[in-house]
């Protein structure tokens, strides 16, 4: 396809996401997630079904550093950093419960997940880490700025890399298109708006949906052009931004 429409950090909300797809146009944009499909939100469980459901009839979906912390709580249920305000896995574990477990400790919600949900898990632990299009390059973090190619970027640095990435040029062609660091840590202005650098090879996507004052940002790119357009869903409603890259 000609063009793509990005999907960054979505976090449990099922209705912004419900509300952003109605500007994706399936027949002449290739939908992309970067990750972050869990935690925090309420509707973790309808995200990744959803998600799963688009990605069976075409869509790209990466993995995030949530989904890699699920997995991890998975193997060690009574790791409690994941259960924190910080991380908000409590609120993917109680969507994915069901009252017939009668799961009384971590234990027993973690078997029962992986009982009910064998499936599920099993299509989050094969989430690729990349995805590259035309000269863009997708990822959950970011890469390695010293690496010439960007798919050498060690795996945890593509899930996890922040600051690094963030205020460094980096050496490989393509524009990176990633979520991970809410945008309104980015922009000077502090808002949840699309973060583009200096340098203009990287593109910020996520706007900081769970945060106060935050937004759920959607982006459209077509090959061979420096236009773009953004689709935001701010306090239940759609703003629609284009603009330009700077070449």
């Known amino acids: ?93 109680t969507s994915l419960q069901r009252p017939e477990w009668r799961a009384n400790t971590n234990e027993e919600i973690a078997q029962g997940i992986i009982k009910h949900y064998a499936d599920l898990l099993q299509w989050i632990k094969a989430l690729p880490l990349f995805y590259q299009w035309n000269q863009y390059f997708f990822v959950h973090g970011g890469v390695d700025p010293e690496q010439e190619d960007a798919t050498q970027t060690e795996p945890r640095d593509l899930i996890w890399i922040r600051e690094k990435f963030h205020h460094t040029p980096h050496k490989a062609k393509e524009t990176v298109v990633f979520g991970h660091t809410p945008t309104p840590y980015l922009n000077e202005s502090g808002t949840g708006e699309l973060w583009i650098s200096p340098c203009g090879k990287k593109i910020g996507l996520d706007g900081g949906v769970v945060m106060q004052g935050g937004q759920f940002n959607g982006l459209v790119l077509t090959k061979g052009s420096d236009e773009i357009t953004v689709y935001s869903v701010v306090e239940e409603q759609i703003k629609t931004v284009t603009k330009k890259l700077a070449k």
């Open 1 to 93: 396809m000609e063009k793509v429409f990005v999907v960054a950090d979505i976090h449990g909300h099922y209705g912004k996401l419900e509300k952003l797809l109605t500007c994706w146009r399936p027949e002449e944009e290739q939908l992309i997630f970067l990750g972050d499909y869990i935690d925090r939100g309420q509707e973790s469980l309808a995200v990744l079904q959803k998600v799963k459901l688009l990605t069976e009839q075409g869509a790209i979906a990466l993995t995030g550093n949530h989904e890699q912390l699920f997995l991890r709580w998975l193997t060690d249920p009574d790791w409690a950093h994941y259960l924190g305000n910080n991380i908000g896995g409590m609120a993917t574990l």
